[in-house]
């Protein structure tokens, strides 16, 4: 599926690597093609579990090391609008409800996105996923019909493939695959476990590191008003 | 951090009691541990922030250890914490890491607030 221009796409994500894992190619492809992208990412990733054996971080020290791998991926992707929302990983669907979707009006009110990619919401697995995509799919209910961006959403629980059937959107991203590879890589504290060298690996997880290497699928989300 | 040496962090653990002391508790199987197995029950806790007063701080057993702080009123524990770190603002930083890296449990006790 070839990429259409768009005006701006927001992408909003609540960890760093949840954008390079889902969307680090097509992001990039969009870059290529001169259209702006903004990368709103609500936390560091703070409470993050992987600080290695012997450790390379502490609880306390992770969030400097991700906020830089984060700048680091961005620039792998492109992108030069980088903004890092504050929020504390693992308490986002504990923040106000309103608050959270104003911060997601407020962020489309200035940039005008063609397009936003975030979570789906009730696929996305993580709660700090959910009430990200939640938030993001009311902000745009609430905007008139006729003016909404359109909305790749990411979806990945278990049950994805059953109740959605098989993602509309599907990029091949293989062309910027070495870009892509180089923002997994940049979130180094979370993905040192898969860009590791290949020869230890499975069958099973080259076939899984190569579909996330070379493609790229979201849903295009709809609203029943 | 490093494994724990139990003299050591008993050492540090002293130098909290008696004080105001703000703590970090968390305990996690991490947030995907019921997607990679649906009969996984995940559970967890968490505290940041909370000031305590400790009388008494004790690390025990073989690691992975156990540190118990008790105060006038009641208790708080952690179990398999395995490394620890004095940072260089003076906070005592203890965690439990399982046998791949990733933190199952945290302790963590500072005179001052940690952030946010």
Known sequence: ?225 | MKEINVNELQTLLNSFANKDVFIHLETTNGSYASHYDEKFFNAGAFIRNVKIRYELGKVVGESPHRVGLKMEHGWVYAQGITHYQSDEQGRLLMAGLDYTGKLAVALEISETPFSY
């Open chain 1, 1 to 225: 599926m070839t990429l259409q221009p768009e005006r701006h796409v927001l992408v909003i994500f609540p960890h760093p690597d949840d954008e390079a894992f889902s969307s680090a190619g097509t992001i990039r492809l969009y870059r290529n093609m001169g259209v702006p992208v903004t990368y709103a990412c609500l936390t560091l990733g703070e409470m993050g579990r992987n600080l290695g054996n012997p450790p390379f971080a502490t609880r306390e020290s992770l969030p400097e090391i991700r906020r830089k791998e984060l700048i680091a991926a961005c620039e792998a992707m492109g992108i030069e609008d980088l903004r890092m929302m504050g929020l504390r990983d693992k308490t986002v669907e504990f923040e106000d409800d309103e608050k959270m979707v104003n911060l997601v009006t407020d962020l489309i009110s200035e940039l005008n996105p063609s397009l936003i990619i975030t979570f789906y919401p009730g696929f996305a697995v993580h709660p700090d996923h959910e009430a990200t995509g939640r938030a993001v799919m009311e902000a745009v209910r609430r905007i008139p019909k006729e003016a909404r961006p359109r909305i790749y959403a990411v979806g990945f629980a278990n049950n994805t493939m059953a109740k959605l059937g098989v993602p509309t959107i599907v990029h091949d991203v293989s062309s910027v695959r070495k870009e892509k590879e180089a923002a997994l890589r940049a979130h180094s504290s979370q993905t040192g476990w898969m860009m590791q060298e290949t020869k230890h690996r499975t069958e099973e997880e080259t076939t899984k590191l190569d579909s996330w290497f070379n493609v790229e699928s979201y849903y295009l989300y709809s609203f029943e008003d």
